[in-house]
């Protein structure tokens, strides 16, 4: 019993019927290989016994026929060495395509579970955000299948692209027009994903990092270890912390700046991810499309706090936003008069209750 025979014992059920469909594969194989051991030994028989026939030819070659027919079979042994290696993959792969399914259920809960929640960027609430979810879910598109189409290739030539047990090697294989066809046609769609994967990138980044005309609002701020100033520009302008406000429907330029080391601001509901340099300058857009309140967070190690360093932007409707900025823009009240209004908000203090010794 051959590697072949005994593998396929262990590849068969009780009632004989095989446990996977390369099965069927391997025994083909099996097959082809035995009727070829066969065809070559009956061409040796047939071989010795012409040559007994004929003894002139016998005499003169006698010596290599008898010296072939004594060596071991070379060819034999090379193929059957790759058959025994590949049978061995094919029985890890069968293993791993049935812990399969598990896998992909683990690692699609693991994806949806980052689709959701307060900062995501499948989850866009703004003109920008929409711009970078459509390129990525193009990239993801469009990689995923050339993805797909090459392993489905690399499996296809792994299991019928064999060679024959009596066929060399070929050192300079030639070169045949479908081949030329096929390498050609490879070479044109991927100049052709290539450019217009770029074309969107570049659009992408158009979209984000737009800014001057049109901004209903300018706000800078100025990334510090580990918090946020943020400084609304214009008259009556103010300063607030870790937080900014934004109204609904209006285009806002947000100028960034760092105080000390590299930070980067990034709301991914809103808009892309934008580094603050030292010595430098950069300007980000952001246009909310609903009210609520976006998670954002520094997206560069800036040190031991780094973790902390979040920021909230508040999307308020248009009118409500300018009553808080004119609140905000307002003089601050003299202590005197809180400390008033905190008396006269508490009430008169209770009346002392009569003691004992008094009645």
Not at 82 to 99: C, M, T
Not at 205 to 225: D, E, M, N, P, W
Request: charged share 20%.
């Amino acid at each position: 019993m051959d590697f072949w025979q005994a593998h396929e014992m262990q590849n068969f059920g009780a009632g004989g019927h095989p446990r996977h469909p390369l099965t069927l594969w391997r025994i083909d194989a099996a097959k082809q290989k035995n009727a070829t051991d066969q065809a070559e030994g009956e061409e040796c028989r047939k071989v010795k016994s012409g040559l007994t026939e004929n003894p002139h030819i016998a005499s003169e070659t006698h010596g290599s026929v008898s010296s072939a027919s004594d060596q071991p079979n070379n060819t034999e042994r090379n193929w059957r060495v790759p058959n025994a290696v590949f049978a061995r993959f094919l029985k890890v792969f069968e293993r791993g395509a049935a812990a399969l399914p598990g896998l992909l259920g683990a690692h699609s809960c693991m994806l949806v579970s980052g689709c959701t929640g307060t900062q995501s960027v499948l989850d866009p609430h703004g003109r920008q955000a929409d711009a970078l979810a459509v390129l990525f879910w193009t990239f993801a598109s469009v990689l995923g299948f050339i993805w797909l189409v090459t392993m489905a290739g690399l499996l296809l030539a792994l299991v019928h692209r064999r060679g024959s047990p009596g066929e060399p090697a070929e050192t300079r294989p030639a070169v045949r027009p479908p081949m030329q066809i096929a390498f050609a046609a490879m070479l044109a769609s991927s100049a052709i994903i290539l450019s217009g994967l770029t074309v969107l990138s570049f659009g992408g980044q158009k979209a984000v990092f737009r800014s001057g005309a049109g901004a209903a609002l300018t706000i800078s701020v100025i990334g510090h270890q580990w918090w946020w100033q943020v400084r609304y520009e214009g008259d009556n302008g103010f300063e607030t912390a870790n937080e900014i406000r934004i109204p609904v429907g209006s285009p806002v330029d947000i100028k960034l700046a760092t105080a000390d080391v590299i930070h980067s601001f990034w709301i991914p509901s809103l808009a892309g991810k934008l580094d603050l340099i030292p010595g430098k300058s950069n300007e980000l857009r952001v246009e909310a499309d609903k009210p609520g309140t976006y998670r954002g967070q520094c997206a560069e190690f800036c040190g031991l706090q780094h973790a902390h360093m979040a920021i909230f932007v508040v999307a308020m409707e248009p009118d409500e936003f300018e009553r808080w900025r004119a609140n905000q823009a307002a003089p601050a009240r003299p202590m005197a008069h809180l400390a008033r209004q905190s008396v006269a908000s508490a009430g008169p203090p209770p009346s002392a209750a009569p003691s004992e010794s008094s009645q």
